[in-house]
C-alpha cells in the first residue's frame, strides 16, 4: 500500500467522527432537567462585621444556608448557545447576630419563587467537544461520552417572596407598603457532564441581582442597594430526542435514528 493511499485513509478516519457528528447536538436538541441545591441571601439583614465583605463573598453566613428545588427546560439554538426556561423555589434566611447590626438583632425567614429565562454560551460547546476527540469502537460506533461542557448564562425572571421579620424580641414586625414582588437578573456560570445519550449531570452556580429591597421583609434609610441572592444547583439531565423537522419526540419511531 503507498504511503500516498495510508495518508487517504488516515484523513478520512479522522475527518468523518467530526463532519458527522458535529452537529450531533441536533439529534437531541431539548432537555429538562430537575435540581436540587442551597440558597444565600445578602441583603439589608445579616452579613459581616464590616463593610470590607470581599465583594459579598463575606456576607454568606453558612448557618442559614436553605434548600432549593428547580425544574426547567432547555432548547439548543446551536453548538455554543442555548435558551433555557427555569422555575425555581427555594428558601432564605438571615440574621443581625454577630454582624455589623448585631445591636438590631432582626432576623427573618421567606420562601422565594422565581421563573426566569436564560442564555447560555458555551465556551466549551459540545459541537466542539464532539468532534476533537470522537473515536470508533469495535462495532464501528462513535463514543462520545464522560465529555465536559462549560457555560455561561445570562437572563431575566420574577422573584415572589414571602418574608417573615422578626424584631430583637422574636415578635412579627411589618413594614408599610411591603412589597412581595421584583425582577431578578440571573447570571452566573455552569458544568454539564455527559453521561450516556440520554443523560447528563449538572452544577449551576448563579447570582440574582434584583430590582427589589424587600426580600427579606426589611428595608432602612441607610440602605444603598437591592437585595441580592444566590442558587447553587445540581441537576440531573434528560436529553430529548428530536426528529428530522426539529422537534421533540417522546417515543422512539420505526423510521428515527439515535
Not at 465529555?147 to 417573615?164: D, E, I, W
Amino acid at each position: 500500500m503507498s504511503i500516498r493511499r495510508l495518508i487517504f485513509i488516515f484523513l478520512i478516519a479522522t475527518l468523518i467522527p467530526v463532519t458527522s457528528h458535529a452537529q450531533k447536538w441536533k439529534l437531541r436538541r431539548y432537555e429538562a432537567n430537575f435540581s436540587i441545591g442551597t440558597s444565600h441571601f445578602y441583603g439589608d439583614i445579616g452579613g459581616t462585621k464590616d463593610f470590607a465583605n470581599a465583594g459579598g463573598f463575606k456576607d454568606i453566613q453558612l448557618q442559614y444556608t436553605r434548600p432549593s428545588f428547580a425544574f426547567g427546560a432547555r432548547y439548543k439554538l446551536s453548538g455554543d448557545m442555548a435558551v433555557k426556561m427555569n422555575f425555581v423555589y427555594g428558601f432564605l434566611a438571615g440574621s443581625d447576630m454577630n454582624s455589623r447590626n448585631d445591636g438590631r438583632n432582626y432576623s427573618f425567614t421567606s420562601t422565594i419563587f422565581e421563573p426566569s429565562f436564560q442564555f447560555e454560551y458555551y465556551l466549551i460547546p459540545e459541537s466542539r467537544a464532539t468532534g476533537s476527540s470522537a473515536w470508533f469502537n469495535r462495532r464501528g460506533m462513535v463514543n462520545n461520552y464522560s465529555k465536559v461542557y462549560l457555560y455561561l448564562f445570562g437572563g431575566l425572571g420574577g422573584a415572589f417572596s414571602n418574608p417573615v421579620l422578626l424584631d430583637s424580641e422574636g415578635m412579627p414586625k411589618t413594614l408599610e407598603n411591603l412589597s412581595k414582588f421584583g425582577v431578578a437578573f440571573p447570571v452566573g456560570l455552569g458544568l454539564k457532564f455527559t453521561i450516556d445519550s440520554k443523560w447528563s449531570l449538572g452544577v449551576e452556580l448563579g447570582r440574582r441581582f434584583t430590582t427589589t429591597d424587600y426580600i427579606d421583609g426589611y428595608t432602612s434609610q441607610f440602605s444603598q442597594h437591592n437585595d441580592l441572592y444566590d442558587f447553587g444547583m445540581f441537576s440531573a439531565i434528560y436529553k430529548i430526542q428530536t426528529d428530522r423537522r426539529g422537534y421533540p419526540v417522546f417515543r422512539s419511531s420505526p423510521g428515527y435514528r439515535r
